[in-house]
């Protein structure tokens, strides 16, 4: 089969590589692979453990073409939850299987999903509803990224929540507060281009940091601060902008992996007694909550898919977003 195989940083090569073999799982034929942020950070070389030789894509929907597994037949469509837990350890036992130090994920103990076939257990697939294309479905673990961070208590409903990030993951959060609620949802980001989709989807202030005052944006939008703010971006400034914008006894949520140490003050979050929590992944429940939005289309996904090409573009297409072209979400489909 074909895979797009990171052979070194920033050389990707669509080559052929061993069928993968399902086992007592379910072989899938890959029919739309998101491009995420972590996969241009694999492409440069930066990625803390997807190293090459590694095929690349982790965000993932195709159609079964074998199955050892009672509830999938051939045919159906389903969404991959990229992570394999051991469900044996403490973490596991205590329902946080996205930090069973010895998951497995693609790229990391398991093959990338930028490939024509991928073999993966039955209890990591979600299905599709009918009329929800591939390209839909594999927008799920991206969501289901946002679902987790908004979760346990992070935004509630009458809450005003800032994201600093308006890319994928950033809008995600956005609509995601929206659903749970929030009452005011404001977004940093100085690409026009995200600006513009932000405003499109209804959110209701959207800011150029470069060119606005930041803070007194906030402040005209809530006086004493916001009750949570979403970093979505890696820029260094982002976690001292996130405390000066938060309230007293509000929340801080730290989505990316930084490219490095940071150096911030810390005092705000000590007079404001703020919380600031890290949000990695997300747990099943958390995956199958984003599937149901997908599949319900409580939240429209289609606006978010900037263009789905074939296997073959894929190191043009890598190549295109290290330059910052304008894209929200890219996805590869393997069998074009």
Same mark, same amino acid.
């Given at each position: #089969? =074909? !895979? !797009?195989?990171?052979?070194?940083?920033?050389?990707?090569?669509?080559? *052929?590589v061993p069928d993968p073999v399902p086992e007592d799982g379910v072989l899938l034929r890959m029919r739309a692979v998101g491009l995420c942020g972590s996969d241009l950070h694999t492409w440069r070389g930066h990625h803390p453990f997807r190293k090459p030789p590694v095929v690349l894509g982790h965000e993932g929907a195709g159609e079964v073409v074998s199955s050892a597994d009672p509830v999938f037949s051939v045919g159906d469509r389903v969404a991959v939850l990229p992570a394999l837990s051991c469900w044996e350890c403490t973490r596991c036992e205590a329902g946080k299987p996205h930090l069973c130090a010895a998951k497995r994920v693609p790229g990391g103990g398991w093959p990338g999903m930028l490939s @024509?076939?991928?073999?993966?257990?039955? =209890?990591?697939?979600? %299905?599709?509803? *009918? @009329?929800?294309?591939?390209d839909e479905g594999a927008l799920i673990e991206p969501l289901a990224v946002?679902?987790?961070?908004?979760?346990?208590?992070?935004? #509630?409903?009458?809450?005003? $929540?800032?994201?600093?990030g308006g890319g994928p993951i950033g809008s995600l959060v956005a609509a995601v507060s929206r659903i749970r609620g929030?009452?005011?949802?404001?977004?940093? *980001?100085?690409k026009s281009y995200n600006r513009e989709f932000l405003g499109r989807?209804? $959110?209701?202030r959207v800011v150029d940091p470069s060119a606005t005052d930041l803070l007194a944006a906030g402040a005209a939008l809530t006086g004493d601060g916001f009750d949570v703010v979403v970093v979505a971006s890696g820029h260094p400034s982002c976690l001292a902008e996130a405390l000066a914008l938060? =309230? %007293?006894?509000?929340?801080?949520v730290l989505l990316p992996m930084f490219a490095g140490p940071l150096t911030v003050d810390l005092n705000p979050a000590v007079l404001k007694e703020i919380r600031i929590q890290g949000s990695t992944i997300y747990t099943p429940a958390d995956f199958r909550a984003a599937a149901r939005l997908i599949n319900t289309r409580t939240l429209d996904a289609r606006p978010y898919i900037t263009d789905v090409v074939p296997l073959d573009r894929t190191p043009a297409i890598l190549t295109a977003l290290d330059t910052g072209t304008d894209h929200l979400k890219i996805q590869i489909d393997p069998t074009r």
């Open positions: #089969m =074909r !895979a !797009a195989v990171l052979q070194e940083p920033r050389h990707v090569s669509v080559v *052929d @024509e076939f991928f073999a993966a257990p039955g =209890r990591v697939l979600v %299905p599709l509803a *009918d @009329e929800i294309g591939y946002a679902w987790h961070c908004t979760s346990d208590g992070a935004v #509630m409903a009458g809450d005003s $929540v800032a994201v600093l929030a009452s005011t949802v404001l977004v940093s *980001d100085v989807q209804g $959110v209701s938060c =309230r %007293p006894r509000g929340r801080v």
